[in-house]
C-alpha cells in the first residue's frame, strides 16, 4: 500500500477487454501495428492472430492466409 501527499500522482493503467471474436479473424495489418508498436509480440501475433509478420513489420499475406486456411483448431482448442 502506498501513501499519497499533496501534490503526487496516481496513474493506473488497465488492459483492454478481450475483444471480439476469433483472433485469428482479425484484420492482419491491424495485428502488424499492433506488433510494429509493441502491444503484441511477433511470437504471439503468429501463435495467436495466426498472422505472420515479417522483420519490417509488414505482413507475409500469403504465409498467413495458408496458416489460417490450414488451422484445424484454435489456440482455445475450437475448430
Do not use: C, H, Q
Amino acid at each position: 500500500m502506498e501513501t499519497l501527499r499533496a501534490g503526487d500522482v496516481l496513474s493506473i493503467r488497465l488492459s483492454g477487454s478481450g475483444g471480439y471474436g476469433p483472433p485469428w479473424e482479425r484484420d492482419p495489418e491491424r495485428v502488424a501495428w499492433d506488433v510494429k508498436n509493441g502491444k503484441v509480440s511477433k511470437e504471439a501475433a503468429l501463435r495467436d492472430y495466426l498472422v505472420v509478420i515479417r522483420d519490417d513489420f509488414t505482413v507475409d499475406m500469403e504465409a498467413t492466409k495458408i496458416l489460417r486456411r490450414n488451422r484445424t483448431k484454435s489456440p482455445g482448442g475450437e475448430t
